[in-house]
């Protein structure tokens, strides 16, 4: 900090003409580094800031598809907003992810989950999944990843054998008969030691889950609005 004192006794100025230019030369050098210090802080601020406001208005322009998707068929959607965080990851931890497994998700949505599971498998794990809206599975496709198949058809159309199955399909907004026929073909589907993931944001439809299979649930209340997740294991031919 520059600091200029005057001697009152003798009325002097103790700086030199000499003296004083070099230390106003300083100054001014003080000034210009603080001036292009404080231009990049206020670029830095405004670059981050655009960058939170484009992140912002992607996560809305995701989100708004998912509504309007909700919008056309409700039925189909279940729900008007995509599954939470905290719900995809209590689904993906009831499976033991290890060896090449075989994976499918039916009623994929928008791929909330979609992306989780693609991230938790294995180089060599593959994954099917089964969404019935066109625009919704173009959009899963458009993640481009080799080990993942898209299939525009209904979920009672699964065959084969996997070792897990997830699913966000609204059973309780099903007709009965759609509804008996995909939990039918998730059991002849699903393998010895495999494991069906189901949520449901009631829990009227246990007594369905319970003509197949053996289950455990977890609530979730990190999610709009709170769901159950079911882990559930075949004990019986139905």
Same mark, same amino acid.
């Given at each position: ?12 100025? @103790? #700086?030199? @003409? #000499? ?14 580094? *603080?001036?292009? %210090? ?15 406001? $484009? ?6 322009? $995701? ?21 939470? %965080? ?6 993906? %931890?009831?499976? $033991?992810?290890?060896? !090449? ?21 294995? @180089? %060599? /794990? ?9 625009? #919704?599975? !173009?959009?899963?496709? $458009? ?37 008996? /026929? ?16 189901? *949520? ?17 649930? !977890? ?7 709170? /769901? ?9 031919? @139905?």
């Amino acid at each position: 900090m520059l600091s200029l004192n005057c001697d009152r006794d003798e009325g002097k100025f @103790p #700086l030199g @003409p #000499l003296q004083i230019i070099p230390t106003f030369c300083r100054f001014a050098s003080y000034l210009e580094t *603080f001036r292009h %210090d404080g231009v990049n802080m206020g670029i830095c601020l405004l670059w981050r800031y655009v960058s939170m406001l $484009a992140s912002a208005f992607t996560l809305m322009r $995701a989100k708004a598809d998912f509504v309007h998707q909700f919008i056309r068929n409700p039925r189909k959607m279940g729900s008007i907003t995509p599954s939470s %965080d905290a719900l995809c990851r209590t689904m993906v %931890d009831s499976v $033991a992810w290890s060896g !090449q497994l075989r994976v499918a998700e039916l009623g994929a949505g928008d791929g909330v989950l979609t992306r989780r599971l693609l991230a938790q498998m294995a @180089p %060599d /794990a593959t994954l099917d999944v089964f969404e019935i809206s066109s625009a #919704l599975a !173009q959009k899963l496709s $458009a993640l481009n990843d080799e080990r993942m198949t898209v299939r525009t058809c209904s979920a009672e159309y699964l065959n084969g054998s996997y070792d897990a199955i997830f699913s966000g399909l609204p059973l309780l907004s099903l007709s009965p008969e759609l509804r008996d /026929a995909i939990l039918q073909a998730v059991y002849h589907a699903l393998g010895p030691n495999g494991v069906f993931v189901q *949520f449901q944001y009631t829990s009227l439809t246990q007594p369905d889950l319970s003509r197949y299979f053996t289950w455990e649930r !977890q609530r979730v209340l990190k999610n709009v609005p709170p /769901a159950w997740v079911y882990r559930c294991t075949r004990h019986y031919a @139905p």
